[in-house]
Each structure stands twice: as C-alpha cells, then as structure tokens.
C-alpha cells in the first residue's frame, strides 16, 4: 500500500507564508501527479495545485500567484509554498497522489493523506 503524511500546516496571520510537505511511502513504482486540494468547513473539497511528472502544474483560480507547488521526484515529496495568506484560505488541506505500484501492471490507484490545518486570523 501507499501512505501519504503531510506536515507544515498551522496557524498564522493574514499575509503571512507557510510551507507544506507531503512525503508518499510504500510500495510505489512511479508517480505520475502529485497534488494539494482543499476544504473549509460546510464546502466542498477544492483543487488547489497539481503537480505532473513532466514538471507542469495546475492552479485553483483563488490560489494563482500566491501558492506554488513543486516536487522532489527522487524523495517522492511535494511541496506547497503558501504565501500572502487570507483568512479564506483556512481549511484542511490534503496530499494525493497518482500511483503505479508495479512494473508488472498498469494499474494506478489515487491515495489521500490525512489532511493538515491551516487556519488563516485577520
């Protein structure tokens, strides 16, 4: 199986940075996507960033210009630095990844980490 641990997540004021990682375990044969989604409380879970093997990546509207994510392909790590915090940005925020765990077959499974908090005061 594959577990994914998130960690940076915590409390800071409006306009403030913050950095999370999320490190992917476990038996794995490559990662093809590697992403950030969101949700605050009584909405839905919202993208936040996807980042593709090939190095592109993927915004949500309310996040452009102010979050970038990026991977570490060798530790299997992907990042998510957010800067110029604002209190809508509060909310839970979760790793997945797009796995193939053997050579042998073609078969990719999505895994979700737990989430870390982010909470954004004014």
């Known amino acids: 199986q594959v577990q994914l641990v998130e960690s940076g997540g915590g409390l800071v004021e409006a306009g403030g940075s913050l950095r999370l990682s999320c490190a992917a375990s476990?038996?794995?044969?490559?990662?093809?996507?590697m992403g950030w989604y969101r949700q605050a409380p009584g909405k839905q879970r919202e993208l936040v960033a996807t980042?593709?093997?090939?190095?592109?990546?993927n915004y949500g509207d309310a996040v452009k210009g102010r979050f970038t994510i990026s991977r570490d392909n060798a530790k299997r790590t992907v990042f998510l630095q957010v800067n110029n915090l604002k209190p809508e940005d509060t909310a839970v925020y979760y790793c997945?990844?797009?796995?193939?765990?053997?050579?042998?077959?073609?078969?990719?499974?999505?895994?979700w980490g737990q989430g870390t908090q982010v909470i954004v005061s004014s």
């Open positions: 997945t990844a797009d796995v193939r765990s053997s050579s042998l077959s073609p078969r990719r499974g999505i895994y």
């Open positions: 980042a593709f093997s090939d190095g592109s990546a």
């Open positions: 476990g038996i794995i044969f490559n990662i093809n996507v």
